[in-house]
């Protein structure tokens, strides 16, 4: 459920906020995504969709560094 992940800027993304993505923690970050933009596990469709808005957005910023907070809790 994770194809949006290679995409080129999903991979920039987690490049600039310093995360690892492995097949041991890609479903946990998988998750942690869904539930921050509030969409039913596991539409990736949708998910994709809202990241890249996030990413485009003024706030761009702030998602980054929510997105970078929620994962580091994994560790």
Do not use: C
């Amino acid at each position: 459920m994770t194809h949006y992940f290679k995409n080129s800027r999903m991979t920039e993304l987690f490049t600039e906020l310093n995360i690892e993505v492995t097949k041991e923690n890609r479903d946990q970050i998988d998750e942690i995504i869904h539930d921050m933009l509030s969409v039913d596990y596991p539409n990736s469709a949708a998910v994709w969709k809202l990241v890249r808005k996030k990413l485009d957005s003024d706030d761009s910023e702030g998602f980054k560094q929510r997105l970078k907070m929620a994962i580091s809790r994994l560790n």
